[in-house]
């Protein structure tokens, strides 16, 4: 199974996520991972299965990640594809998250879909957003690594 994980991150932790994927993947046959600010990804028909994973910024999937599924809609449903969403809204808020991030074709056609919670570093963050990360009370780390093992083993179920 040739594996393509693309991904948009702004802060980092998406991209930690998309690596913990393709280290769980790794003894398939090819794991690619690219993100989407970077660089051109590869011919995505080469793929049998793509995985798509983006963090949540003020309400709205990765700019970069809904650009690239409006893209290339048609070739993704021909594939076996995974998304991913990285936020730190949890329970039914993040459930509206995933439902308003992709569309229902895409969630209709997905073998796995994963909340992976999210991460806020606040070192990361200019000064106006860390100020206004600061004040919550809220935890601002809720990595869910458990749910990417979860999603792995979905997508890998026969
Ligand atoms: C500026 C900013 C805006 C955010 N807006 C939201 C939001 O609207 N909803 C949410 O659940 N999480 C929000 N988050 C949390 C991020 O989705 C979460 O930290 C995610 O893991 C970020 O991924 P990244 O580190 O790959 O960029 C926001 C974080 C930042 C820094």
């Keep these: 199974m040739r594996t393509l994980i693309v991904y948009g991150s702004k802060y ?14 790794k003894d398939e046959e090819v794991i690619i991972v690219t993100h989407l600010d970077h660089q051109s990804y590869p011919t995505l028909a080469d793929y049998d299965r793509i995985i798509i994973g983006g963090g949540v910024y003020m ?9 690239f599924i409006e893209h290339n809609r048609e070739l993704l449903l021909t594939r076996q594809i995974g998304l991913f969403l990285s936020c730190l809204s949890q329970g039914d808020e993040a459930e509206q998250m995933v439902r308003k991030s992709f569309s ?24 106006l957003y860390r100020r ?7 935890s601002l780390d ?17």
């Design 142 to 158: 809720k990595r869910d690594t458990e749910s990417l093992k979860r999603f792995t083993e979905a997508l890998r179920a026969p």
């Design 12 to 25: 980092g932790y998406t991209r930690e996520c998309a690596e913990i994927i393709a280290e769980l993947l």
């Design 104 to 127: 229902e074709d895409m969630l209709k056609h997905a073998k796995a879909v994963a909340l992976v919670g999210g991460c806020v570093n606040l070192e990361k963050l200019n000064p």
């Design 132 to 138: 206004l990360f600061r004040s919550q009370q809220d």
């Design 59 to 67: 309400g709205r999937l990765h700019r970069k990640v809904r650009k």
